[in-house]
């Protein structure tokens, strides 16, 4: 919704909209739940992780550097999976002032890209040039479209080959880098060797002695 309401358009309602989202997605942080009993857990399961996630990513991808001038991706609101060496977006001053930020694009496959600011072209840039951030001044109640593309990117990496062992690793005796849950409350993500509601594991009749456990939306808990 974010990209489409963004294009073509310079109204500050329309900025005002933008920066009023932005300020909603600080709700699903882990330390400003609007419950006491919800602090320091991550609210994102509560709702719908996709439509968060891609929100996130609409307004996280690429960094302004002053506060008061909005990022809005519009690749990732059309699923554009060319994010990685390309990028649409739009900078958004909604304020009653003029205001100067760096702008961080972020993410971007080593190599060169060809930048342009409402459709005229400002030169090219590497990716570390644009990660480090552009200098740019936003006028009040404006906004400013800024299009990357790639002139040369570099080879990619190659990845060396791999061996593995006949070693087996459970699941529940790995340490995770990160966990969440979509239903119910936060806490507990899962039990290690136990189902969710803390019995012996079993699947279709079976049991096991090791695994996780996970809660499900419907039915059983696993």
């Known amino acids: 919704m974010a990209g489409s309401t963004a294009i073509g358009s310079s109204e500050s309602g329309r900025m005002k909209y933008l920066e009023l989202q932005r300020l909603v997605l600080a709700k699903d942080s882990w330390k400003s739940a609007w419950t006491t009993e919800l602090r ?12 968060r996630g891609m929100a996130n990513l609409i307004y996280g991808l690429n960094r302004s550097q002053n506060g008061s001038v909005v990022t809005v991706e519009k690749l990732v609101s059309k699923g554009d999976t060319n994010i990685v060496h390309a990028r649409d977006l739009v900078l958004a001053n909604g304020t009653r002032h003029d205001r100067q930020t760096a702008l961080e694009i972020r993410y971007l496959e080593p190599g060169a890209y060809e930048r342009s600011l409402d459709g005229v072209s400002q030169g090219r840039s590497s990716h570390l040039e644009l990660a480090k951030g552009l200098p740019l001044h936003v006028p009040a109640n404006t906004m400013k479209r800024i299009q990357v593309r790639p002139i ?8 060396p080959d791999r061996t593995y062992d006949n070693q087996i690793s459970f699941l529940s005796a790995l340490e995770p880098f990160a966990a969440q849950r979509g239903t119910g409350l936060p806490q507990p993500t899962y039990r290690r060797d136990r189902s969710f509601d803390d019995h012996p594991l079993s699947l279709k009749g079976a049991s096991f002695d090791r695994g996780l456990g996970c809660a499900r939306q419907h039915g059983p808990d696993l």
């Not at 320091?40 to 439509?51: G, I, K, P, S, V």
């Not at 040369?152 to 990845?159: F, Q, Y």
């Open 40 to 51: 320091d857990t991550n609210l994102r399961t509560m709702y719908d992780t996709f439509a």
């Open 152 to 159: 040369v990117l570099a080879a990619p990496a190659s990845i």
